[in-house]
Structure formats: C-alpha cells, structure tokens
C-alpha cells in the first residue's frame, strides 16, 4: 500500500493518495472505547463535572478530547448556580489537551499539561 502511496505522491495525484488507504479497507479512524474512562483524572475535574459531562455522553479521553470548550462551557453553563463560571476555555481546553495525551499515552506530556493547569489555576 505504501508504494502505491509514494507513487501517487511522487506523481502529486493527491486525490488518488488519499484514496489508497480505503481501497484495502484501511482508514485511521480513532475507535471510540466502549468502557468509559474515569474523567476525574483529568485536573480540574471533579466528580460533578465529571458526572455532567457523562450524563451528556462525555464518558471518554477522546470523547472529552474532541468537544470543543464552548460546548463544555455550554454544558456547565446549564447548571444552576455560579458554581461552574470559573471553568474559563482555557481551563476547559486544558482539559481537552490532557484528554489527548490521555489517549495517545503519552504520560509525560500528562504530567507537563497537570503542573501547567496547576500553574494556571493556583491550586495544588
């Protein structure tokens, strides 16, 4: 499949690349996990708004990764109260970055996004 890739490059049919991978049935869709993941790992979630987000079907890192921040901050908008106000879209997009390195594994990348969440909230 490679091959018929490179060619295809090599020719600039760009159309015909893109088209390889699905002839062999072969396209890098993320498959969504059918177990939900424990969103309270993510700093700055808690068990409320981990409980909003799941009764929305946010029950997942690629869920959370792939909602947009103002359609979390719609979400928690919604909820009575001044309580959620303070989940400004850069909290909320921090939210989707430790989401994305959730799903890619990628620890390191984890622990770098908490202490920057951290920084940028004060908390501990």
Not at 12 to 20: A, H, N, R, S, T
Not at 94 to 119: C, G, I
């Amino acid at each position: 499949m490679w091959q018929e890739q490179a060619r295809a490059a090599v020719a600039g049919d760009w159309v015909l690349f893109d088209e390889i991978p699905r002839r062999y049935n072969f396209v890098s869709t993320p498959v969504e996990p059918t177990e939900p993941d424990d969103l309270t790992r993510i700093h700055g979630i808690g068990p409320k708004i981990a409980s909003i987000l799941n009764e929305n079907g946010i029950t997942t890192f690629v869920a959370l990764a792939a909602t947009a921040p103002e359609d979390i901050g719609k979400l928690l908008d919604a909820q009575p109260g001044d309580k959620f106000r303070l989940a400004t879209d850069e909290v909320r997009e921090s939210w989707r970055a430790q989401a994305k390195a959730a799903v890619a594994e990628d620890w390191e990348r984890f622990k770098h996004l908490a202490a920057k969440f951290k920084k940028l909230t004060g908390s501990k």
